[in-house]
Each structure stands twice: as C-alpha cells, then as structure tokens.
C-alpha cells in the first residue's frame, strides 16, 4: 500500500514539470517586454537593457525557465510587474478566501447533490424523479455567477438576509464570515449539486437493482439501512470522482463568483493581472491552480483504494 | 442505429458490422430534433436564436448601442424588455448578444474539434509512444481548471471575442481528444477495418473511411453539449471585461453592467441571464436526444461501465463517468 502510494506520487513530478514549462512556454509567447513595462516611460535604451539583465530575460529560453523553476521550488514565484510585490505573497493572501469559498460550494454540492440523487434513485421514474431531474438540467444550465447575481437582488437587497459583498476570514470572525460565505457559495455549489445528483442517480439505480442488495432486501433489513450504507458505499468511488473533478470546476467558477460578490481572491488576482499584462501573476496563479488540482486528484486516487480495498 | 436487430444487438461490439449512419438518414434527423417534446422546445429555441443572430439588424428594434432613450425603464410596448443604465433598448441588445454568443460557441467548438480530433486519432491510430506522448500532453492541460487557463490564454492574445474563445476551444480541445483516442481503439479492432487493410486499402483510406465514420459519433455527442459550456465560458469572460469589449452588446457584458446597478434595477439582471440558461438547456436538450439516436444502448452500457469502474479501477486519472462532462465552462 506504502510503496504504491509513493510509486503514484512519483508520478505527480512529470506532470507538475509539464503543467509549469506550459506555462512558461505560453507566457513567453505574450507580446510586449515586460522590461520596458518595468522601466516606466522615460526610460533609455541602457535602463531598460539593465533591467532585462536583471530579470535574466537576456538569457535562452531554456535557462530562464529554469531559473523559475528552481525559484519556485524554493516558493519564490516572482515579482508582480504592477506592484512590485512578490507574486507568491499575493497568491498567499488570495488564496485562503477562494479556498474557503470552494470548500463552501463543494460542502453544499456533496450534501445537496447526494440528498437529491438518492432520493430520485429511489422513486426512479415516478413524479418526484421526473421533478428532481428537471431541477437538475435546470441547475447545470444555469451560469453559477448570474444565480450570484439572482441571489444577492432576492436575499441581500430584498430582504436583507445576507450581505451582498466581501468575505471575512473564517479564521478572524467565524459566524460573520459564514455569513458572508452562504450566497457565494448556494451560487457556486448548485451546478455542481446537480451534477452530483445526475450521476449518483444513475450509479444508485445500478447498484439497487444489484444482485448483493436483492439478497440484502431477502434478509429483511430496511430499506433505509440499505440505502444509506450499503448502496452508498458501493457508490463511494463514483462519487468520489464527480465531487473530485468539481474541484476543478469550482476554482475556475469561483473566479467569477468572486467578481459577482466583490470577494478579492484568486479570481480578482489574475483577472486584474489578465487586464494589465502583469504576466508573472497569471503565470503563479494557473500554476498554482493546477497543483492544487493535482494533488486534488492525488486524493481522489488514494481515496478509491480507502473506499474499496480491491483497487489495487 | 435508430432500429435495433435484436440479434446484433446481443453480439459484442467487434463483430457488428460497421455502424449504420443514422444521422444521415431524414428518420434519424426528426427524432434528434423533433422526437419527443424536449428536443422540440430545443428545437424550437435554438431556431429562433439563430434566426435572432442572423437577422439582427431586422429584429432588434433599435441600435444596440444608441443611448437614445430614459435610462432603468421597466418592460413597455416601446422597449419589450426595458432600458439600461445608458438608456439602451434591452431587447436590441439581447438580439446582438445571442449573435455574439452562437458565434462564441461556434469558434470554441470549432477550434476544439479541430485541435481534438486530429489528436486523438493519431493517437489512437498509431499507438505506442506517439500515443503516451500525446495522451500525457492532455491529462497535462485538463488539469488546469478551464476558465483560469482559458484567462491565461486570453492574457497572452489579448482580450476580446475571437482571442477569449480560441482560448476556451484550446482548453477543450483535450477532452475531444480523449474521447476520439478512445473510440479510435475500439473501432481499429473490429472486422470491418481488418477486412479493408486486407484488401489492400492504404492507411489513409482505411481511416478516413471506416475509422473516422464510425469513431466520431460520440464527439459529435460531446461537441453539442460544449456548445452549451461555451455559450457559459463567454459569459463568463464577457463578464470580467476579457471577452466581448465594450460597449459592443453581449449576455456577460450585460450582466456585467446589470450588476453595478442591481439595488436601482434589479430587472436588468433578468433577460440575458435568462437567454443564457434558455440556450444552455436548449443545447444539452438535444445532445441527450442526439446520443439516444445514435446510441440508444449508451445509457445501458454505461451504468455497466460505471460499476464495472466501482469493483476493477486501477490508478489511472479518472475520466468522466456519465460521458457529458468536459472540463468546466463556468
């Protein structure tokens, strides 16, 4: 088990060093020099042939990506060519408030999306069933910012219910930032929610007609027992991957949401650094992005074999 | 696929004979779009959305962008859906933004397919270290949350409609090519294929002959519901101000400005909010039909493939149970 789980995360470094030298390879392909940005408008030709020096961008391509890597490994991300902070402090301070915002959604869409799936694999193809699916292509079809917008005209300046923008750290004043984060996240976990519930429908309604339930249902334990523990237990490792791969899908649709609430996270981060060509920000943030998603999947992957003890 | 032979139906996959062309026949047509009441109401919505992209100028009662008018008027006769913060017909510009937004989703799409089904055929075809290559550079890139690589992108071109979308058609692109490897290694296998390398067909021919007609059925499945996500991915960029510019007319342009003015007109929010969702179900409405007119066995098979998934998965990254999701769009 040990040795299998070393061997999978040995795996992670190829695609980690794949996923940042696209990355790097991609920013470099950006028009403008970031020197001449940094050197200001009065700058002479020897400034800004300094600068280059100083940033290494004189160097082969090769080489600077290298310089990167080994800067990055040791969480030294660059400098933001706006701010002239470092890229990894911005990412650090962001982060903490997406991260919680996902985690928001992604509770609500696993509670939501199970509650929904089992139920509409139970009473499959009766009324309940019918309404729970059409709720549910209406929840995927539904951009996760303008129900952000819906919800903050209903529940924030109609009745006052919530407030309409900003984000406290859970970590500072946990009752006003839960507070805060229960519009965000409705807004972001309903899609996710109705996926959940589509695909569990269909796993469930699989596993209730299998052979180990029918034989579960001869014993004459109660229907609810066996839907709650066994059926969904056999359930584990589908859902699993669908919450895992909503990961994913949060982090990009919490970068819109965060606009919709004025939330300042990673979404504010490195769409305001997209506008202004601040190439090192975007460059930490997507890389940041992927390897959280990575070693999402990682879990997910390590989960499977807690989940079901025959996957090797 | 439309009729089933209940003897083929029971042979495994091999030995069926090539897959016959469904879509091409005028009965496979009317079920996908006409067959029951949902892909009709799709139909119909989707029709009439093109109609509203194409005729613009004839629908939409006023210039998308004259400022000509009172400002946060509710619906009347004279502005069906009321006024913006600029004084602009809502409606005008609703009819503009759904030309914006089938022509956002025909470009990602477009671009998607054709990154991804190249891709995956070679990969699929040639097999072998081309194929472990190719396959690595995609789990690579499906491991970025979509829309954040999809900004990183549009960073790099520059914002605007045509930059933001062949980014979104590069960050789906993967997931087409997935789906094409996987079905070019079924139907390299069957009988038909040996029969025509054996009669001496090249290469070339045997692919773009039998490989490719009977592999990409199910992108073109994939394909109807990304243009759903793209419709998303553009309001989405459109909203944060990468996508359309303004004032040029678009669903997340509008909401963008909707939403600086919710607590005086909350109404504003409504129509292209409403537009997108329309559009989105309209398109995953008539992905569903379409796969139950090619495949009608898929929704079968694949509560099979997920519980054979449950009992025998090994450590590879997990693809899309269910065969709808793409890496996100919103």
């Not at chain 2, 996500?229 to 040029?248: C, D, H, K, N, T």
């Amino acid at each position: 088990m040990r040795r299998l789980l070393l061997e999978r995360a040995v795996w992670l470094v190829p695609t980690l060093l794949l996923a940042t030298f696209g990355v790097f390879w991609l920013i470099h392909l950006a028009p403008g020099d970031p020197a001449i940005t940094l050197a200001g408008e009065n700058a002479t030709a020897r400034q800004i042939a300094a600068i280059r020096h100083e940033l290494g961008l004189d160097q082969p391509f090769l080489l600077q990506y290298w310089h990167w890597l080994t800067h990055a490994w040791r969480g030294n991300l660059g400098t933001s060519l706006n701010t002239r902070e470092g890229v990894a402090g911005a990412i650090g301070h962001a982060l903490p408030v997406t991260l919680q915002l996902v985690l928001g959604g992604l509770l609500l869409a696993a509670v939501l999306g199970t509650i929904a799936g089992i139920v509409s694999a139970r009473r499959a193809g009766t009324s309940t069933d019918a309404a729970v699916s059409t709720l549910a292509s209406a929840g995927a079809a539904i951009p996760s910012f303008w129900l952000g917008l819906v919800l903050i005209s209903m529940f924030a300046l109609g009745t006052h219910w919530f407030p309409a923008t900003g984000s406290v750290a859970l970590t500072s004043n946990p009752g006003q930032a839960l507070r805060h984060l229960v519009l965000p996240s409705i807004a972001l976990g309903v899609s996710g929610a109705a996926e959940i519930a589509r695909q569990l429908r269909a796993v469930l309604i699989d596993i209730l007609g299998s052979d180990h339930i029918r034989t579960l249902r001869a014993k004459g334990l109660s229907e609810r027992r066996i839907v709650w523990l066994h059926a969904l237990k056999g359930a584990a490792v589908p859902l699993m991957t669908i919450v895992g791969l909503q990961v994913s899908r949060f982090l990009g649709a919490a970068v819109v949401v965060e606009a919709v609430f004025g939330i300042s996270g990673i979404g504010s981060l490195v769409v305001g650094a997209a506008q202004n060509h601040d190439y090192p920000v975007v460059e930490g943030v997507v890389v940041v992005m992927a390897l959280i998603v990575i070693v999402v999947n990682f879990a997910v992957d390590v989960s499977y074999r807690i989940f079901d003890p025959r996957i090797r | 696929m439309v009729t089933l032979d209940p003897v083929s139906s029971r042979l495994p996959d091999a030995a069926r004979g090539p897959a016959p062309s469904a879509w091409r026949s005028r009965r496979g047509l009317r079920q996908w779009l006409w067959g029951d009441w949902r892909s009709r109401l799709a139909t119909c919505v989707l029709a009439l959305v093109l109609v509203m992209a194409i005729a613009a100028p004839l629908i939409a009662r006023y210039s998308p962008t004259a400022q000509d008018f009172i400002p946060f008027r509710g619906p009347s006769s004279a502005h069906w859906l009321g006024t913006d913060d600029l004084g602009r017909d809502v409606w005008s510009r609703l009819v503009y933004g759904a030309r914006a937004s089938i022509e956002a989703a025909g470009i990602a799409v477009c671009l998607a397919l054709a990154i991804g089904v190249p891709i995956g055929l070679i990969a699929g075809f040639r097999g072998g270290w081309v194929d472990a290559v190719l396959m690595r550079i995609a789990d690579t890139v499906l491991s970025f949350p979509g829309i954040i690589l999809a900004i990183a992108i549009t960073a790099v071109l520059g914002p605007g409609l045509v930059h933001s979308m062949l980014a979104v058609g590069i960050v789906f692109s993967p997931s087409i090519a997935r789906l094409m490897r996987s079905q070019v290694l079924v139907t390299k296998e069957r009988l038909y294929v040996d029969a025509a390398v054996s009669f001496g067909n090249p290469p070339s021919r045997t692919v773009a002959r039998h490989i490719v007609p009977n592999s990409i059925q199910p992108v073109v499945i994939q394909a109807t519901f990304m243009l759903g996500l793209a419709v998303i991915a553009e309001a989405s960029l459109s909203f944060v101000g990468l996508g359309v510019q303004y004032p040029s007319p678009s669903f997340g342009g509008m909401l963008q400005s909707a939403s600086q003015f919710i607590s005086v007109h909350p109404f504003g929010v409504y129509p292209p909010g409403v537009a997108i969702a329309l559009i989105v179900l309209a398109f995953n409405a008539l992905g569903d039909s379409l796969r139950d007119v090619l495949d009608p066995l898929a929704s079968t098979r694949r509560a099979a493939r997920l519980a054979a998934r449950a009992s025998t998965r090994r450590g590879h990254r997990p693809e899309a149970p269910g065969g709808r999701h793409v890496p996100e769009g919103h």
